[in-house]
């Protein structure tokens, strides 16, 4: 597993627009004339402004630098105040930002997806806890429930559900239809397979904590698909409902090669340089990828925390430092 790129407690910002004279003209002529300027900074080439509506809620403005001239990529759902205080803005480089509400010091903080949209993915309040695109992760101790999660994309988040703590993240995700792959110890594998038979032919051998979509339930065995892979798993080794915060997730712990990082590395549909590529995993883009299985010597199937899916190349990664 990568982990996930934690913003720092000195935030990066490379410019703060105290007035919206400061901002580019490209970002001046569009911002909508009736709202009040709250708050504008910049992170690489992204500046995010924040605009007071009148009516006591905020809006975040999203704009990415394109040929010279800042396009509106985003923006938010109206904030309306969250326990009592209202949203301000922090941010780390281009691809994360944080809404800060000074009740308790909240912490969200958003990521760029992707496609060019804006998801929650981890909290800082009155717990510390991450979202992904099918789950939700406690890190102390280390928990997972995947499921279906509402709530999460800036453009209609619902300030006033957003959850400090846990047990409140909870109730966003529905588990219906989810489980997780259990195993006793972090050498068993569950085989992902081509029919409900152990005879049948191995699509991959997948670790404790693999999300699990539940397709069709055949008694002893599931149809499943595994981030996108279809096939059948044994359901004794599968885990459901809130269940799942009690299974222990064996990732391997392995880092894409520098070098190869900044140039980006493919994910492919299938196990094979001849597949289409699906997407390209790059340092630093804030996303962490999870190691689900090891199909044959030469490949991994991975599921990034922003959906993104397929197989990498298992010389792109390394086991790091120590």
Known sequence: MILPCWPALAWVADEWYESP?????????VLPAQM??????????????????????????????????????????????????KANIGCSGSNMLHIVYDSGGALFNFCRTNLNTWTLRS??????????????????????????????????LDTTQLPATLAEAVNLVDTEGWALVKSDKPTDRLHLR?????NAESIGRYYSGTPVRILEDQGEWAKVSVAGI???????????GQDMLNVE??????????????????????????????????????????????????????????????????????????
């Not at 909290?123 to 979202?131: L, S």
């Not at 099918?134 to 509402?150: A, E, F, K, N, S």
């Not at 081509?194 to 152990?198: D, L, V």
Request: aromatic share 12%; proline share 3%; hydrophobic share 35%.
């Open 36 to 85: 009040t300027y709250a708050d504008g900074i910049r992170g690489g080439d992204t500046i995010y402004v924040l605009l007071d509506e009148g009516d006591g809620s905020r809006r975040i403005y999203i704009f990415r630098k394109e040929a010279d001239i800042y396009q509106l990529e985003c923006q938010s759902a109206p904030l309306a105040d969250w326990r009592g205080s």
């Open 230 to 240: 279809q096939g059948y798993m044994m359901k004794k080794f599968l885990t459901f």
């Open 194 to 198: 081509t029919s409900p038979s152990t």
């Open 21 to 29: 004279e400061n901002l580019p003209a490209s970002i001046q002529m």
């Open 249 to 322: 997730r064996w990732f391997p712990s392995k880092y894409l090669v520098e070098a190869d990082a900044v140039q980006g590395v493919n994910v492919y549909a299938s196990p094979g340089t001849h597949a289409a590529i699906v997407g390209v995993l790059h340092d630093g883009s804030g996303s962490a990828q999870y190691i689900l299985a090891n199909v044959g010597d030469d490949w991994y199937h991975v599921l990034c925390d922003d959906g993104l899916s397929g197989y990498v190349e298992v010389r792109h990664f390394w086991d790091g430092n120590g």
């Open 123 to 156: 909290v800082q309040a009155g717990e510390v806890f991450g979202i992904d695109a099918v789950g939700l992760r406690g890190y102390d101790p280390d928990q997972y429930l995947c499921g279906t999660i509402t709530n999460t994309d800036l453009s209609t």
